[in-house]
């Protein structure tokens, strides 16, 4: 007989998920950032990257405080999101629109993170893993943080292209 699953099983499933997913950020991140034309917008992507480093080894001590070593497991998800970028990278390189597609592509990469993020830090907090809490909640606050600067540049790229 197979024993139930847990919320704990659930937790760690996902953080071998998010782990997938973070490493896969890092990558679409720095892909992004030699497409982006904007000076601001290769900067945001360029930070966001160095973030996302950070963001792994937060993650690798989470892992550690579960007694787990840090795994992964395929994130189909962030396949299908990084994919789409590079897909639209692709169509287009060259074109006006590009940094316009490419923020639209961050965005999503970013609300998956953000989703994911605020369940872990709900689940940790239900576990009460306070170390997951504190360390995942400040993951969490700079995915929204890039978020709203994302929102940002667009706002201000859209503003330049209509003046």
């Given at each position: 007989?197979?024993?139930?699953?847990?919320?704990?099983?659930?937790?760690?499933?996902?953080?071998?998920?998010?782990?997938?997913?973070?490493?896969?950020?890092?990558?679409?991140?720095?892909?992004?950032?030699?497409?982006?034309?904007?000076?601001?917008?290769?900067?945001?992507?360029?930070?966001?990257?160095?973030?996302?480093?950070?963001?792994?080894?937060?993650?690798?001590?989470?892992?550690?405080?579960?007694?787990?070593?840090?795994?992964?497991?395929?994130?189909?998800?962030?396949?299908g999101l990084t994919a789409?970028?590079?897909?639209?990278?692709?169509d287009f390189d060259g074109?006006?629109?590009a940094d316009a597609v490419?923020?639209?592509?961050?965005?999503?990469?970013?609300?998956?993170?953000?989703?994911?993020?605020?369940?872990?830090?709900?689940?940790?907090?239900?576990?009460?893993?306070?170390?997951?809490?504190?360390?995942?909640?400040?993951?969490?606050?700079?995915?929204?943080?890039?978020?709203?600067?994302?929102?940002?540049?667009?706002?201000?790229?859209?503003?330049?292209?209509?003046?």
């Amino acid at each position: 007989m197979t024993k139930e699953k847990t919320l704990a099983d659930a937790f760690h499933g996902m953080m071998k998920d998010i782990y997938y997913a973070e490493k896969q950020s890092v990558r679409a991140l720095k892909k992004a950032a030699k497409a982006a034309k904007a000076p601001e917008l290769k900067e945001a992507f360029e930070k966001h990257g160095q973030e996302s480093a950070t963001q792994l080894e937060r993650l690798e001590q989470v892992f550690e405080s579960l007694g787990k070593s840090p795994r992964s497991k395929t994130c189909e998800a962030m396949q299908g999101l990084t994919a789409e970028m590079e897909e639209d990278m692709d169509d287009f390189d060259g074109a006006e629109a590009a940094d316009a597609v490419l923020i639209a592509s961050a965005q999503a990469i970013e609300h998956y993170e953000i989703a994911r993020y605020g369940t872990l830090v709900a689940w940790a907090r239900k576990l009460g893993n306070s170390e997951a809490v504190e360390l995942l909640s400040a993951t969490l606050e700079e995915e929204k943080a890039t978020d709203v600067l994302l929102t940002q540049v667009a706002e201000k790229l859209d503003a330049e292209a209509t003046a």
